[in-house]
């Protein structure tokens, strides 16, 4: 499975988020839109939404971290 996370180096969901990938053993690709303003707006694009972190599992929107939790809780699969 292929995960891209988009992030922010302050922000407390995004390190959440990672932790999370982390613990379950998966490897992910993080793009940090505080450093690159076309990422930002790309992001924006794919997923609707301004915050961070937006995660993506093989092209599909997962959302923010506390989406991504619910996810692991209702698919237990990682």
Request: aromatic content about 12%.
């Amino acid at each position: 499975m292929k995960i891209i996370i988009y992030t922010s180096a302050t922000c407390f969901y995004c390190v959440r988020a990672k932790a999370l990938l982390n613990d379950k053993g998966l490897a992910y690709t993080e793009i940090r839109v505080d450093l690159d303003d076309t990422e930002r707006d790309k992001m924006i694009a794919l997923s609707g939404r301004r915050t961070v972190p937006q995660i993506f599992f093989d092209d599909k929107h997962i959302g923010g971290c506390d989406d991504l939790y619910a996810y692991f809780k209702h698919n237990d699969q990682a």
